[in-house]
T-cell receptor, first 115, second 112 residues
Framework: AQSVTQPDIHITVSEGASLELRCNYS??????LFWYVQSPGQGLQLLLK??????LVQGIKGFEAEFKRSQSSFNLRKPSVHWSDAAEYFC?????????????FGKGTLLTVNP | DGGITQSPKYLFRKEGQNVTLSCEQN?????MYWYRQDPGQGLRLIYY???????QKGDIAEGYSVSREKKESFPLTVTSAQKNPTAFYLC???????????FGEGSRLTVL
């Protein structure tokens, strides 16, 4: 069964500091990997995704993530955090399961940004 | 604008009552999903549907039911059999070309 672990429940950073959110996954084949962001009381928005190819993927809002197969990780990074980045971030894993395609989400990391 | 519309945004229910949450999409996506979100629990899959008139149970289907009579619509019924229904419910549809899920704004159900 596929699964996702986000080890950090809550992270606090200062505005302008760098950010790394961790994600480890379990999947039996080549995974499809995603990072989503959620503002309070809202739906989720896709930040970036990895299907194949270059292991460093760029997303919206200046975020990037690196797929490391040997470590089963897909960590999210941003060089300089803005106050508007405060939100909850979810990592998700899926696969080329055809008609049975579904995503499994981690429990999320809440990001607080201090001025 | 294309997207997913969930209604109502807030809903209160007495114990023992069934309630139906609406989800409509105009993205022409075949697959649709219902997730439940509780604080600190992430998103858990309730039901999903790949095509009209077909759906499968997710990880926490007990106490819920769905239908998929039209491509655009995937309503979720929270039945009185659901022991702890208070939660935030998210509907999503899948872009089959990109693998991206598109989410609605969610419905918050509170059982009094």
């Amino acid at each position: 069964a596929q699964s996702v672990t986000q080890p950090d429940i809550h992270i606090t950073v200062s505005e302008g500091a760098s950010l790394e959110l961790r994600c480890n996954y379990s999947y039996g084949a080549t995974p499809y990997l995603f990072w989503y962001v959620q503002s309070p009381g809202q739906g989720l928005q896709l930040l970036l995704k990895y299907f194949s190819g270059d292991t460093l993927v760029q997303g919206i809002k200046g975020f990037e993530a690196e797929f490391k197969r040997s470590q089963s990780s897909f960590n999210l990074r941003k060089p300089s955090v803005h106050w508007s980045d405060a939100a909850e971030y979810f990592c998700a894993v899926g696969g080329s399961g055809g008609s049975n395609y579904k995503l499994t989400f981690g429990k999320g990391t809440l990001l607080t940004v201090n001025p | 604008d294309g997207g997913i519309t969930q209604s109502p945004k807030y809903l209160f229910r007495k114990e023992g009552q069934n309630v139906t949450l609406s989800c409509e999409q105009n993205l022409n996506h075949d697959a649709m999903y219902w997730y439940r979100q509780d604080p600190g629990q992430g998103l858990r899959l309730i039901y999903y549907s790949q095509i009209v008139n077909d759906f499968q149970k997710g990880d926490i289907a007990e106490g819920y039911s769905v239908s998929r009579e039209k491509k655009e619509s995937f309503p979720l019924t929270v039945t009185s059999a659901q022991k702890n229904p208070t939660a935030f419910y998210l509907c999503a549809s899948l872009d089959g070309y990109t693998g991206e899920l598109f989410f609605g704004e969610g419905s918050r159900l509170t059982v009094l």
